[in-house]
């Protein structure tokens, strides 16, 4: 299997923009997730999905930020407008179950810089 | 308010050395606790996962120790390798909030 795979692996843009990340989770898997990591603040949990269904957005900071799942493989994570306080990396990770009692599989990342 | 918090933030130790890493939790009740070895620009990877009635969870040179009475785990890493450089995770399940809690993770820095 290949794995979480999201795109783009790097993302600069200039306050203001619209910025959409993507990710393909493993096939099978049917939550996913997606997190943000900061030196601050480590990795923080956004929102998540199950059979591509939002069940916790709790996570996500304000209206700036939306997430959809449109089928089992494929999710995007939109910002718009962007600020530079989004700069982070964007993770997506997928899980068989819940992530709770079992095993999460992260991508590698976007990583993502606004001006 | 439930929290992991790991030490020491960050660690250099000589290549062939053994190693130990600290994490320190107050969630509870929990069902399960992870580590996860994050490579420089890379996704973590899980390692171990432990339930709350383990004690001991090893993977290679990696070995994981659970003490749920003290609420404490610590990650040891046996003759340490230049790949072991990376920052490592611990990760505990909150059973009342149905959450997932990160640490902030130690960085690891292996010297040749």
């Known amino acids: 299997d290949a794995g979480v795979i999201q795109s783009p692996r790097h993302e600069v843009t200039e306050m203001g923009q619209e910025v959409t990340l993507r990710c393909k989770p493993i096939s099978g898997h049917d939550y996913l997730f997606w997190y943000r990591q900061t030196m601050m603040r480590g990795l923080e949990l956004l929102i998540y999905?199950?059979?591509?269904?939002?069940?916790?957005d709790s996570g996500m900071p304000e209206d700036r930020f939306s997430a959809k799942m449109p089928n089992a493989s494929f999710s995007t994570l939109k910002i718009q407008p962007s600020e530079p306080r989004d700069s982070a990396v964007y993770f997506c990770a997928s899980s068989p179950d819940r992530g709770y009692t079992g095993e999460l599989f992260f991508g590698e990342g976007s990583r993502l810089t606004v001006l | 308010k439930n929290q992991v918090e790991q030490s020491p933030q960050s660690l250099i130790i000589l290549e062939g050395k053994n190693c130990t890493l600290q994490c320190n939790y107050t969630v509870s009740p929990f069902s399960n606790l992870r580590w996860y070895k994050q490579d420089t620009g890379r996704g973590p990877v899980s390692l171990t996962i432990?339930?709350?009635?383990?004690n001991t969870k090893s993977n290679g040179r990696y070995t994981a120790t659970l003490d749920a009475d003290t609420k404490q785990s610590s990650l040891h890493i046996t003759a340490s390798q230049l790949s072991d450089s990376a920052s490592y995770i611990c990760?505990?399940?909150?059973?009342?909030?149905?959450?997932?809690?990160f640490g902030k993770g130690t960085r690891l820095h292996i010297l040749p």
């Open positions: 999905f199950n059979n591509n269904v939002p069940i916790d």
């Open positions: 990760v505990v399940s909150d059973d009342r909030d149905d959450k997932i809690i």
């Open positions: 432990m339930t709350f009635s383990e």
